[in-house]
């Protein structure tokens, strides 16, 4: 058994997908939590190979990077499609992700209380392109892409959990994502993980804000 440990701040930000990988896939993980005052104390931050968290330890290796952490996690796991056709898809599906993250990101932490309005107003399009991308994967009936779950899904379903958090009615108009959202959430390593205190206890953004 690997022994991975995540460097972060409690939150689930950055890390929530990597830990619903790892808890849907058996694997266990330690947390090494940075409080807030020990970050700005700043030697963790000269160490950090970009200045940011989180980091990720397996044995002598430490990695920065959330999305070459969930990449490290799927190649050792078999979470990147079976060949570099689906693995190609995988990586275009998570560079979708990346930017609807960077998106919700800039709200939560820069403009939340005037921008969230238009944010939800903008919302429809950008869910649109997902909505039919799952479409052409199996009529939207198993993964965002690929014929296996791969470390995109948990990158996707983590943003969507949050978007539902902002705005509850967000995939209302989108009936495959809503199906989605609830057949990979109940896979039941996955459902017990979200159910748990370790999940639920973790704010989602350092901010507060959601
Ligand atoms: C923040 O942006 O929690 N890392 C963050 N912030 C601290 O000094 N491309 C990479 C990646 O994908 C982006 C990393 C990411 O891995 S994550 C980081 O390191 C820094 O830059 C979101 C999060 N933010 C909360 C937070 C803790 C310390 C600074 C921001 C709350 C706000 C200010 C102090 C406490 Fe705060």
């Keep these: 058994m690997p022994e ?3 460097i972060y701040f409690d939150v689930r930000g950055r890390c929530e997908a990597m830990r619903m990988l790892m808890a849907d896939q058996g694997i266990k993980w330690k947390e090494e939590v940075v409080t807030f005052d020990t970050w700005m104390k700043g030697e963790l931050k000269c160490k950090a190979v970009f200045g940011q ?4 330890k397996d044995g002598d290796l430490t990695l920065y990077q959330s999305n070459a952490i969930l990449r490290y996690l799927a190649r050792n796991h078999e ?3 079976k060949n570099p056709r689906e693995a190609t898809l995988i990586d275009m599906v998570n560079d979708g992700v990346e930017d609807l993250r960077l998106k919700y990101l800039r709200l939560i ?4 209380e005037n921008g969230k309005d238009d944010y939800i107003k903008a919302l429809p399009t950008e869910l649109g392109h997902f909505e039919r991308l799952l479409a052409s994967n199996n009529e939207g009936k198993s993964f965002i892409t690929a014929g296996e779950i791969s470390f995109a ?3 996707f379903v983590d ?3 949050n978007h539902l958090v ?3 009615d967000c995939l209302s108009a989108f009936p495959l994502l809503s199906a989605y959202v609830k057949r990979i959430s ?3 390593k996955l459902e017990a993980y979200l159910s748990s205190d370790a999940h639920k206890n973790r704010k989602i953004n350092g901010n507060g804000k959601q």
């Design 4 to 6: 991975y440990s995540i």
């Design 109 to 112: 932490y820069q403009n939340y």
């Design 53 to 56: 968290l989180p980091g990720f």
């Design 166 to 168: 902002l705005a509850p």
């Design 159 to 161: 943003l969507l959990n």
């Design 186 to 188: 109940s896979r039941p």
């Design 79 to 81: 979470l990147y499609g």
């Design 153 to 155: 899904d948990y990158n």
